[in-house]
C-alpha cells in the first residue's frame, strides 16, 4: 500500500502516533538533532493519501436510508476553514439525498448555544457539529442527548464519547496537527526554533492543535522555545496585527510564528514583511487556506501548512451520520487524513490548489453508498 498522509483513528503505514521522544536521532544543524521519530512522522505526511479513511479504517458499504434531516452547527463561517468543512458536510448530506440546514456558531458560546437550542427544536434524524467542542457548548450537547437527537462531532476536539456524541470525526486530529507543525518546524530549523504560537480558545480545534503542539514540541525539538500568544478571534484582524508588532519588537531572535488557523497565519505574513524580518521568519499555520497557499507557491514568508482534507473529511461526517440514520454499526471514533504542505511539495496539491483529499474522494463515498 502506497504510505499515505497520517490517518488518525487508524494504523497505516505504521504508527500515526508521531510523538515518541526516544530512540535514535537524525542529524539537523551545528550541535543539533531532530528525533528520528519526529522527522518520519513529518515526513510520512507530506505525502498524500490516495484513499479515504473510512476505507482505511475498514467502514463497509451500505445502503443509506432515505428521508433524513440534518443540521450542521458549524464554527464561525467569517473563518475560511469552518466554512470549507460546513459547505463540505452540505456537499456531502445533499449527495445522499438528505435535506441539510446550518447554523453558524459564531464568536461565542451564547450563540454556539442558541444553535444546538434551534436543532434541538427542529426535531433533525442528526446534528453534525464541526469545531464547536464541548468546551464551547456543552449545554448544547447535552439538549441534543436528552432530545435522543445523535450528534456526530466533526474536528471539535473532543475525544469519542465527549458530550454524549455518537462519532467523533477526526477524533485526535486536531491534536495530531499540532504534533505534525512541531515535528515539521524541528525538521525545517534542524532543531533550533524560537516560535512564537500564536492561538485562540473559541473554537475546540484551536484548543487541541495547541495541546498537541506543545505537548510535542520538546519531544520533537528540545532546544526549540516557544512563547503562547493568546488573540481573541472577535476581534482579531484589529487586535492581533498589534500584538504581533509588540512581539517582534521584544524579541529580536524569532524566527518562527505560527498561526493555530491559517487567518492568523495570513496577518502574520503581512507583520514580518512589514517588519522587513522576511529573511529571518518564517510562518506556519494550519488549514491550507488557497490565500496562505499562494504565499508558498511564492516562495514567501509561509513555509508550512497542514491541512486536512476538506472535503473528504465533511464527507466522512456525512457518512457518519447516514450509518447512524440507517442503523448502521459506527464506530465511535472516525479517522481524517491530514497532509503536511511545505515549499518542496506543493506540487502535490490539485490544479485548484485546495487540498479535498484522495482525488476521487466523491466517487469512493458513492462506492459505499451504492450510489
Known amino acids: 500500500m502506497l504510505c499515505s498522509s497520517a490517518a488518525f483513528g487508524v494504523t497505516a503505514c505504521g504508527s ?33 493519501a490516495t484513499k479515504i479513511a473510512v476505507v482505511q479504517a475498514g467502514l463497509k458499504p451500505f445502503s443509506p436510508k432515505p428521508g433524513a434531516k440534518i443540521v450542521n452547527i458549524s464554527c464561525d463561517v467569517s473563518i475560511t476553514g469552518c466554512n470549507a468543512i460546513s459547505n463540505g458536510v452540505k456537499a456531502g448530506v445533499q449527495a445522499l439525498g438528505y435535506e441539510y440546514t446550518r447554523c453558524d456558531a ?26 464547536v467542542g464541548t468546551s464551547v457548548a456543552a449545554d448544547g450537547y447535552a439538549a441534543a442527548k436528552k432530545a435522543g437527537i445523535p450528534v456526530v462531532g466533526l474536528f471539535t476536539g473532543d475525544g469519542p464519547g465527549a458530550g454524549g456524541a455518537a462519532v467523533q470525526v477526526g477524533a485526535g486530529g486536531c491534536v495530531e496537527q499540532g504534533k505534525l507543525m512541531a515535528d515539521s518546524i524541528a525538521v525545517q530549523s534542524k532543531g533550533k526554533a524560537d516560535i512564537l504560537f500564536a492561538t485562540e480558545s473559541s473554537i475546540g480545534c484551536s484548543v487541541a492543535r495547541t495541546e498537541g503542539f506543545k505537548a510535542e514540541l520538546p519531544k520533537a525539538c528540545p532546544e526549540c522555545k516557544v512563547k503562547e500568544l493568546k488573540f481573541n478571534s472577535a476581534t482579531m484582524q484589529q487586535s492581533l496585527p498589534q500584538q504581533l508588532q509588540a512581539e517582534l519588537n521584544q524579541n529580536p531572535d524569532l524566527t518562527w510564528i505560527v498561526g493555530v488557523f491559517d487567518s492568523a497565519a495570513a496577518i502574520a505574513n503581512t507583520q514580518v514583511a512589514q517588519a522587513g524580518k522576511q529573511d529571518q521568519i518564517s510562518v506556519g499555520g494550519m488549514d491550507a487556506d488557497p490565500a496562505n497557499i499562494e504565499v508558498m507557491l511564492k516562495k514567501g514568508i509561509q513555509k508550512l501548512d497542514v491541512a486536512f482534507a476538506f472535503g473528504e473529511t465533511p464527507w466522512a461526517a456525512a457518512d457518519a451520520a447516514a450509518r447512524i440514520y440507517s442503523g448502521e454499526d459506527v464506530p465511535d471514533s472516525v479517522p481524517a487524513n491530514i497532509f503536511v504542505v511545505n515549499q518542496d511539495n506543493t506540487d502535490k496539491l490539485p490544479p485548484t490548489k485546495v487540498w479535498d483529499g484522495p482525488t476521487d474522494y466523491q466517487d469512493q463515498f458513492k462506492a459505499l453508498w451504492s450510489k
Not at 510523538?19 to 513529518?42: D, E, F
Not at 459564531?106 to 469545531?131: E, L, Q, Y
Open 106 to 131: 459564531g464568536k461565542t458560546p451564547d450563540r454556539a448555544t442558541s444553535c444546538f437550542t434551534n436543532a434541538v427544536n427542529a426535531k433533525p434524524d442528526a446534528i453534525i457539529v464541526n469545531a
Open 16 to 48: 500515526s502516533d508521531s510523538g515518541s521522544g526516544g530512540g535514535a536521532t537524525t542529524s539537523g544543524g551545528a550541535g543539533s538533532a531532530v528525533p528520528a521519530a519526529a522527522a518520519a512522522a513529518a515526513e510520512k505526511a507530506t505525502t498524500p
